[in-house]
Every structure is written in C-alpha cells, then in structure tokens.
C-alpha cells in the first residue's frame, strides 16, 4: 500500500466516500458469526467508512492504513460518533505479521478489505492472516460500487471526459472493482484454501455534484491535486457537461466476498 492520500486528499475522502448499508454489515456479522467479543481489523480502512459501523457490531475494530492524515480523520470520526472500541494503527498489509504477534493466533473474528485490495499483495495477504483467524473467521474483500467514471451512464461518460482533459490521458482504472477483478480475489482466496463465497447488495443513492467532484480528488494523490481554481474549473466543465443538473442517481452495487 501506498501512503498518497494525504492533506486535501484525506479530506475529500472524509466527506465524500460513500459508506456502507446495513446490509453490508449483516452479512459480515452472518458469514463469521461476528459478536461482542470479537476483534475485527479493518485493513486499509480509510476515514472509517466501514470501521465505525462495524464497530457497532463486535467488541473492538483495528483500522489500518499506511497514511497519517487519512487516520486522524478516522480517530476524529469515532470521537464523533462515540464509537471508543476503535483503535487506529498506521501500518500496512505488510505489518500483519506484527500485529498478529501483538494479538495472538486465533484471535480475529473478521480482517476487512473494504477498496483497497488493488494496493496490496493479495496471495501474500490471504496467506498471512489465516492462522491469525479464530475458527469459524474469516476475510471479507469488499467493493463498494464502481468507481464514478467507469459506470455505464451517460453521467459517469461525462464525468469521464471531463476527468480525462483535466489528467490529460485516458482514464480507465476499476480499482479492482470489475468482474475480472473480482475473478482475481476468489482465485487468490481458494488458492489460499479458504472457503469462497459471495454476496451482493444493490441500492440507488443521490450522487451530487460536489460528490462526483469530491470523489474524483479523494481518489488523486496529494501531489497530483489541481489547484483551487482548477478544481473549480473541473466543477464549472463538469456541471455544463450535465447540462445545468446538480445531482444524478447512481446504482450502487456491493460485492462482498468472503473466504472462511
């Protein structure tokens, strides 16, 4: 994993990645019989979006990521919403066997991957935290939706263009997102000899503007930011390229897939 979502970045991240529905949540609690006395880590965690309600499920929550600003936003978010059996570790897939000294073999209940795998060295991975899980544990790799300028929508092939004259190059990144993305997971975690499964939840969500805007620079890293007035050109081309309309609505579609 790489440490790029830093300053600006972290807080288009913070406002703008969208979280996850309960559905998402019961399905975890179901394929791992997940309760209070278990220990979940959140691997890649980002800003918390699946940290802290997950938090409201199980004992204590380890968030992971390799970026300083990314898990202070976390820390700040879990004060918020009262959430104190959160804890928030910089580290990276690459520490695991660390953290799996500090806590035990055995000990886990659920390590989460919620989209962040295309950073990590899945085999790798998926072999190192078998032993760390208790019986009937598991990992979970989840995709939250595809990334917003790679939907077929007449919106997202706006946003695209727009995206693409502003990086100028053609933008074709799925972050792993996509069927042969998903393929890649389920063989790595067979390979690994974990049990697959899989679950989809599917719901239609208001996408903004600004949240289009947002989640486009919360994907950027910090040095490749455009300026303040080049984000406010990017907002100007990316509203007449929608012709005035301020909000879409998007069709989100969840994947989550389990090895246990």
């Not at 804890?87 to 209940?109: E, Y």
Request: charged fraction near 20%; hydrophobic fraction near 40%; aromatic fraction near 6%.
């Amino acid at each position: 994993m790489k440490a790029s979502f830093s300053g600006e970045v972290a807080t288009y991240y913070a406002r703008h990645r969208r979280g996850y529905p309960p559905e998402v949540l019961d399905a975890l609690v179901e394929a791992f019989d997940l309760g209070p006395d278990d220990t979940a880590v959140d691997l890649g965690c980002g800003t918390g979006q699946l940290s802290l309600p997950l938090a409201a499920r199980v004992g204590t929550v380890i968030g992971v990521d390799p970026e300083p600003d990314i898990l202070a936003l976390a820390r700040h978010a879990a004060l918020n919403a009262a959430r104190p059996n959160t804890m928030w570790l910089l580290g990276d897939d690459s520490d695991l066997p660390t953290l799996g000294r500090l806590l035990g073999d055995r000990t886990i209940g659920a390590l989460t991957v919620a989209v962040a795998i295309h950073f990590m060295d899945r085999d790798a991975l998926f072999r190192t935290v078998r032993p760390l899980l208790r019986p009937g544990g598991g990992i979970a790799v989840i995709t939250n939706g595809a990334p917003l300028w790679m939907q077929d929508t007449e919106w997202s092939g706006a946003l695209r263009e727009c995206l693409q004259r502003l990086l100028g190059h053609p933008v074709t990144a799925t972050c792993q997102t996509d069927e042969a993305g998903r393929l890649h997971h389920q063989n790595a975690l067979v390979r690994a000899g974990y049990r697959y499964a899989e679950s989809l939840v599917q719901y239609d969500a208001v996408l903004t503007i600004d949240d289009m805007v947002g989640g486009v620079f919360s994907a950027m890293s910090a040095e490749r930011l455009p300026s303040a007035q080049g984000r406010a050109r990017f907002t100007d081309e990316l509203r007449d390229a929608l012709g005035g309309r301020d909000r879409v609505t998007e069709r989100v579609r969840v994947w989550v897939q389990f090895g246990v």
